[in-house]
């Protein structure tokens, strides 16, 4: 039986509780994600969500913005639905929501998440990564830092890697 791999601290990559991600196949760039160990499955703020059969199989349609804090920008994206699960969230509220798999793109890393697709609307971070994301992608969080796989190939004054004092999940 194979066993399974062990991440060590020097194979992991170091993340800061906040990165920028991007979601190449669904047509997303960039997106700041909280990074959330307290969550299991990773989220990504979806409205307009509607499934349909393609190839003999369920996809869904779904309308997303990227930005915090602007809700002109939408981008319109289309998966293949490989779950529905009951999801409950932080404040004890159970959802059913779609399960897409996509690749997530952090700094030089990429590799396959399963995402569920919510509102996130009355929400900070438009995308929460959780920690099975994390486990594939073999990174370890500091939570005193942000953005720290960020090439800064974006002008933005978010990119620099920071030290913070944390207060929940405000910036």
Known sequence: MKQPQQTTLSSATVVGW???????????????????????????????????????????????????????????????VIDERNVTDSGGHTEKRFVILTEVKMGPLTWPIEVTLTNRDNMLFRMLLGRTAMTAGHIIVNPTMSFLTDESQYPHSDTQPSNEILDGESE
Not at 31 to 49: N, Y
Not at 51 to 56: E, G, I, R, W
């Open 18 to 80: 906040r990165e920028w991600l991007s979601l190449p196949a669904l047509g997303i760039e960039r997106i700041k994600a909280k990074v959330d160990t307290g969550a299991r499955t990773s989220a990504i703020h979806a409205f307009e969500v509607e499934p349909f059969q393609k190839q003999n199989a369920q996809w869904v349609r779904f309308a997303l913005h990227p930005n915090q804090d602007d809700t002109e920008t939408v981008i319109w994206c289309e998966a293949e």
